[in-house]
């Protein structure tokens, strides 16, 4: 009886974790945001979340469009140059290669942030 209740107990804390995790991985939205950090024309990007969790973030400039992230949608999204994105109160930020907010995005030495529109 005992290790039923023990088993009982895992199984409910096991179930709770998991439900944790995948909450954590739950996209912001469905469709395509844009944003920037450096202001301007030909300086934009875009982020696309599918309802499955797919993600691609696209950088335009004058000579065309990159995709910098291709894959499930996570909070932060890392790059493969170590870069990456942070999305907090409808804001997004820029992150450096160690995983803090870049700064002095606009000559300003501020946090790199943007509004999605």
């Known amino acids: 009886m005992r290790i039923n209740k023990l088993l009982s ?35 934009g990007q875009s982020i696309t979340i ?12 004058a000579s065309g469009c990159v995709i ?6 996570t909070n932060p999204l890392r790059f493969k140059d ?9 804001k997004v930020y820029a992150l450096h290669e160690k995983g803090g907010i870049e700064k002095d995005c606009m000559g300003d030495d501020e946090p790199c942030m943007s509004e999605l529109y």
């Not at 439900?19 to 945001?33: C, D, N, R, T």
């Not at 599918?50 to 400039?61: D, F, M, Q, R």
């Open 9 to 43: 107990c895992f199984l409910i804390g096991l179930s709770a974790i998991s439900s944790s995790i995948a909450a954590q991985e739950k996209p912001l939205f469905v469709g395509k945001k844009f944003f920037s950090f450096y202001g301007g024309s030909g300086s």
């Open 50 to 61: 599918k309802a499955n969790g797919n993600t691609i973030v696209e950088g335009c400039g």
């Open 82 to 90: 170590g870069g990456g994105l942070l999305f907090k109160d409808g």
């Open 68 to 73: 910098e992230y291709k894959g499930k949608f």
